[in-house]
């Protein structure tokens, strides 16, 4: 299974973009990490497979809201009011975590190329 995650560009402080990953299935819960070179890779967003839960980093609540249309298989990441500290390698996933352990980027089994998001100040 390959996931295709597109979306990113260079934007200004206070911006928006939506990232979108071309997805697996239905049967998957999704998430979004991020990457900065020498760092780990790191938690953003998640959807759960059953009932659409949703759950956020921290750094993401409030200005990024995942979504998923199973109609089109694709899954969003929109980010609003992006910072400096957001850019990163952004990566799409695919697994079934259990909901406890849905942050922990080793519980997927796919992942997506990652698409580039930078922030300038």
């Known amino acids: 299974v390959q996931l295709q995650a597109s979306g990113g560009g260079l934007v200004q402080t206070g911006a928006s973009l939506r990232l979108a990953c071309a997805a697996a299935?239905?049967?998957?819960?999704y998430a979004w990490f991020r990457q900065v070179p020498g760092e780990e890779r790191e938690f953003v967003a998640a959807?759960?497979?059953?009932?659409?839960?949703?759950f956020y980093a921290d750094s993401a609540k409030g200005r990024f809201t995942i979504s998923r249309d199973d109609s089109k298989n694709t899954v969003y990441l929109q980010m609003n009011s992006l910072k400096p500290e957001d850019t990163a390698v952004y990566f799409c996933?695919?697994?079934?975590?259990?909901?406890?352990?849905?942050?922990?980027?080793?519980?997927?089994?796919?992942w997506g190329q990652g698409t580039q998001v930078t922030v300038s100040s």
């Open positions: 996933a695919a697994g079934r975590p259990t909901l406890s352990a849905i942050r922990d980027s080793s519980m997927y089994y796919y």
């Open positions: 299935g239905r049967s998957y819960t």
């Open positions: 959807v759960a497979w059953s009932g659409g839960r949703t």
